[in-house]
């Protein structure tokens, strides 16, 4: 399995390609920006694309979401429905950090902790994690965590922006995430990687030595 990780659009959210060699699938987490960079890469790979994965409805990782779907239509969008609001006013989202709107992402299937996703045979373990926004999600993929912007190397997600709640966000980190393998790799929506044992250890806010 192969992780490529692309900085895109205007606050460079990270999008992630998760590409099987043998089977040529891939999925790709989050649409950031930047579509016909993203169709560089799975061409690269000659990927076929089954799955697009959204975190959350926030704009900055939807931003080229219908590009991306232009160029592959047989791909399918997820979210979680507790963000359909987000998607539903993405313009005043783009209004409020004084970016340029977009139209609204077209989704196509709902996600929850009850879906059954997977791509070459490899399972895909949807997370519900609300506290950055009511319908935050993170993808188990094997050992590899995309944790959207729940949680980030020794920091969290902002809990004040379109449904963000500070108690939920400790509900879903320490319950939900700090329960994982402690060697499971962590994969945030903006930033480097991370690990579950060095947040459970160093995490500015939930941590054993945080500053919080």
Do not use: W
């Amino acid at each position: 399995m192969i992780i490529k990780k692309l900085p895109l659009g205007p606050i460079e959210a990270n999008t992630y390609i998760i590409f099987d060699e043998k089977s040529k699938e891939a999925v790709v987490i989050e649409a950031s920006g930047n579509a016909q960079k993203i169709k560089e890469e799975l061409s690269t790979l000659n990927a076929k694309l089954k799955y697009i994965l959204l975190t959350h409805g926030h704009f900055d990782h939807v931003f080229a979401l219908n590009e991306l779907k232009e160029l592959y239509p047989d791909a399918k969008a997820f979210l979680n429905k507790n963000d359909k609001p987000l998607i539903e006013h993405v313009a005043t989202q783009c209004a409020h950090f004084g970016i340029g709107a977009i139209e609204e992402p077209k989704i196509d299937e709902y996600v929850d902790e009850n879906s059954a996703l997977e791509f070459a045979n490899i399972k895909i373990k949807p997370i519900h994690t609300p506290g950055h926004s009511k319908g935050s999600m993170c993808y188990l993929i094997e050992n590899e965590l995309f944790s959207g912007d729940t949680l980030f190397f020794e920091e969290i997600g902002r809990c004040d922006l379109f449904g963000g709640d500070f108690s939920e966000i400790e509900k879903s980190i320490r319950e939900k995430i700090f329960t994982l393998d402690k060697n499971t790799i962590v994969h945030p929506g903006h930033g480097h990687d991370t690990t579950v044992a060095h947040e459970i250890k160093y995490n500015a806010y939930f941590g054993e030595n945080s500053r919080y």
